[in-house]
């Protein structure tokens, strides 16, 4: 997602851009599995010192489930404001100096808020860390009790098989050997 903005950048402070976009968001990243395109508007803005965007976009994505592991979809809200600053001078194509630059030195080292030599800003590497950051913590199927969904009983059924081997002929937990010594001191306790 690649714009020119150097009509933009030749413009006076205050002016404007708007976007309404519909984007894949195949390889954007490996990890991101998209279900749907990425909809929303992209406003640019002229700032003295470059070029302000800010977006609301909607995208549906692949997670999984934090209870049964299956693959569920999560609807994401992106939003994001970000200030970008050309790497060159728009009228005659000269590399601006580090000290030329407007605003923090720290904007200056996140490449991916910097408009390269031919105009162009690219939001791309904005909106892939916005989807993460807007990805819930535990995603969810559409069972609400876990004991509805019989991918997460199955997986208990197979931990269950796994483990039962763990566990005493009388259904108490195995005591550990080296500890054993310790439960006469319990029943002396208990007397």
């Known amino acids: 997602m690649q714009f020119n903005?150097?009509?933009?950048?030749?413009?006076?402070?205050?002016?404007?851009?708007?976007?309404?976009?519909?984007?894949s968001l195949a390889g954007l990243d490996t990890d991101l599995i998209p279900l749907s395109t990425l909809t929303g508007t992209l406003h640019l803005l002229r700032t003295h010192s470059g070029v302000l965007a800010s977006g609301r976009f909607d995208?549906?994505?692949?997670a999984d489930c934090g209870r049964c592991l299956e693959p569920v979809p999560a609807q994401i809200e992106v939003t994001f404001e970000e200030s970008f600053r050309p790497l060159t001078e728009v009228t005659t194509g000269r590399f601006l100096l580090p000290d030329e630059f407007e605003g923090?030195?720290?904007?200056?080292?996140?490449?991916a808020l910097i408009i390269n030599?031919?105009?162009?800003?690219?939001?791309?590497?904005?909106?892939?860390?916005s989807i993460w950051l807007g990805m819930p913590m535990i995603p969810r199927c559409v069972y609400a009790d876990p004991e509805?969904?019989?991918n997460f009983?199955?997986?208990?059924?197979?931990?269950?098989e796994v483990h039962a081997d763990l566990k005493g002929s009388d259904d108490q937990p195995a005591i550990d050997p080296r500890w054993a010594a310790l439960?006469?001191?319990?029943?002396n306790d208990e007397d």
């Open 5 to 23: 903005v150097a009509q933009l950048l030749k413009e006076p402070i205050g002016a404007t851009r708007t976007y309404s976009l519909d984007e």
């Open 59 to 62: 995208v549906t994505v692949q």
């Open 104 to 111: 923090e030195e720290e904007d200056l080292e996140d490449f």
């Open 117 to 129: 030599d031919h105009h162009i800003l690219d939001i791309s590497e904005i909106l892939r860390q």
């Open 148 to 150: 509805n969904c019989p």
């Open 153 to 160: 009983v199955e997986r208990l059924n197979e931990m269950a």
């Open 183 to 187: 439960l006469v001191l319990q029943k």
